[in-house]
């Protein structure tokens, strides 16, 4: 019977994080003004560090060099596991600029897209999936498991990116190459 009570308490809290940070992508709390000019400089190479700052081939080339102990090298993954929570912030960020930004340019649209409609919730759902699989990893690199990939994230925001291209008027500045 404890197990079962245990096992239910755990599975509880495990329902109530992952629901908190679906809420956390789905509604978030930060309003982000969009404009042209914003999106002319927008570019996806800024997350490009992103995809080693996790990797092994620093922590591996900082493990031979003399003097580094294992305290060291565990305080630098953690500091770098910071920088990456940063990342991730300004990634859902711009991602909820984008978003928006393009729901209200096929809002205001003289033509009915559903289809474009269907891709932005496409595109929604792959950025919440893809940024609550990041944040697991993320979590499991603290207690050692490594593995952490954020290509797919970056992926997302480029793809959110290239649809919000297609729906705005030709006026407006074309989008900085990524």
Do not use: C
């Not at 560090?49 to 630098?76: S, V």
């Amino acid at each position: 019977m404890t197990y079962i009570l245990v096992a239910a308490a755990v599975l509880g809290i495990l329902a109530l994080v992952v629901g908190h940070q679906l809420w956390r992508l789905l509604y978030p709390v930060d309003r982000l003004t969009f404009s042209p000019r914003w999106f002319a400089r927008f570019s996806t190479n800024s997350y490009r560090p992103m995809e080693r700052l996790l990797g092994d081939g620093d922590f591996a080339f900082l493990a031979r060099q003399p003097g580094m102990d294992g305290k060291a090298l565990r305080a630098f993954r953690v500091r770098r596991r910071d920088i990456f929570r940063a990342y991730l912030r300004d990634v859902a960020s711009d991602f909820e600029r984008l978003h928006r930004a393009a729901r209200i340019q096929l809002l205001t649209s003289s033509q009915d897209r559903p289809d474009l409609a269907v891709e932005l919730l496409k595109l929604r759902a792959t950025f919440a999936y893809a940024m609550l699989a990041v944040r697991w990893r993320l979590a499991l690199d603290a207690v050692g498991v490594r593995g952490l990939d954020a290509k797919p994230l970056v992926g997302a925001v480029e793809g959110m990116r290239g649809q919000l291209a297609t729906l705005l008027p030709s006026s407006a500045p074309s989008p900085a190459r990524s």
